[in-house]
Nanobody
Framework: QVELVESGGGSVQAGGSLRLSCAAS????????MGWFRQAPGKEREGVAA???????KYADSVKGRFTISKDNVKNTLFLVMNNLKPEDTATYFC????????????????????WGVGTQVTVSS
């Protein structure tokens, strides 16, 4: 089973930027999906961004225009560039991969059958 390890979290001020990385132990051959979820204390887990094998992407409305998901298939690495960060982006961010039919269900259903990383903390101060 593939293993995922996130890195790149940290503390920034509002308006700042961070780049999260997720290193996969092996290449996932299925068509879809890989993505990022986040969970803040006392809040439900939220699907943030997802990408399929063709490079098609989907984003939560709350991050559209600010976050960009991408992947390097040679290095088996997933990225999330986060710009114009807001205090409400504060959460633990998880990298996830799941053999799901499409991106939108993958984000909305929370990848119950997926492989999850241990998460990386992002803290945005006002």
């Amino acid at each position: 089973q593939v293993e995922l390890v996130e890195s790149g979290g940290g503390s920034v001020q509002a308006g700042g930027s961070l780049r999260l990385s997720c290193a996969a132990s092996e290449y996932t051959h299925y068509a879809c999906c890989m993505g990022w979820f986040r969970q803040a204390p006392g809040k439900e887990r939220e699907g943030v961004a997802a990408i399929d094998s063709d490079g098609t992407t989907k984003y939560a409305d709350s991050v559209k225009g600010r976050f960009t998901i991408s992947k390097d298939n040679v290095k088996n690495t997933l990225f999330l560039v986060m710009n114009n960060l807001k205090p409400e982006d504060t959460a633990t961010y998880f990298c996830v991969t799941e053999e799901a039919p499409e991106l939108i269900p993958f984000l909305r259903l929370g990848a119950p059958g997926g492989v999850w990383g241990v998460g990386t903390q992002v803290t945005v101060s006002s």
